[in-house]
Structure formats: C-alpha cells, structure tokens
C-alpha cells in the first residue's frame, strides 16, 4: 500500500521559514516524479515544485522560485520542501504526490494533478503577517 505523509507545517511569522517533509512508502519510486502542491482557502490546488526521485532537474512555480527548494533523501525515503522567506500568500494545506509517467515524457515532470497517482493529505502552512 503505498503512502506519502507529509509532516512539517505550522505556523509561522512572515519571513520565517519551514521545511516541509515527504515520507513514502509501498512502493519503489525510482522513476517517479515527487511533486508538492498547495491550496489556499478558496483556491484550486495549484503546483509548487517537483524533482525526479531518481535524480535530475528540480521545478518551481514562479511564485516560490528563489525562495523553495525541493530535495530527496533516499535513504529515508523522503522528499523535502525548505521554504524560506514566507509570505502570507503561502498560507495554504501543501499535499505531496507521486507521478509514475511524466519523469519519461519530453517535459520531464507535470504541473496537472491529474497526473499525479498517489497524494498524502496535506499539512497545513499558515504564514502570519
């Protein structure tokens, strides 16, 4: 049974900083592409940031590129979202997921939840102003 768990969220003044983590299980996940996603009150889900599990390029939405990064650990199994210099913006549940078909495509990842098989259920970040 494969499970992503994310842990890390809280509260956090503007301008702090969290790291945000993944754990996977049930499955192997080379190959995969580990994406994370937010969604603020009212607003779709939307793509923060994405790497290949096996390696490669990292991928960031425009709103967070300079500020998020995406790492992996392999041997926890766990891939990692540090955030630094938090807005309020950021304020949103972040959900992490597992893609099994775009790390081959020519893009190299997806920004498309629907391309995404497997989701944890969420962690909660709000950033204070």
């Known amino acids: 049974q494969v499970q992503l768990v994310e842990s890390g969220g809280g509260l956090v003044q503007a301008g702090g900083s969290l790291r945000l983590s993944c754990a996977a299980s049930g499955r192997t996940f080379s190959g995969y592409v580990m994406g994370w996603f937010r969604q603020a009150p009212g607003k779709e889900r939307e793509f923060v940031s994405a790497r290949g599990w096996s390696g490669g390029r990292l991928y960031y939405a425009d709103s967070v590129k300079g500020r998020f990064t995406i790492s992996r650990d392999n041997a926890k199994s766990t891939v990692y979202l540090q955030m630094n210099s938090l807005k309020p913006e950021d304020t949103a549940v972040y959900y992490c997921?597992?893609?099994?078909?775009?790390?081959?495509?020519?893009?190299?990842?997806?920004?498309?939840?629907?391309?995404?098989?497997?989701w944890g259920q969420g962690t909660q970040v709000t950033v204070s102003s």
């Open positions: 997921a597992a893609d099994g078909l775009s790390y081959y495509s020519s893009r190299g990842y997806s920004e498309r939840e629907s391309d995404y098989d497997y």
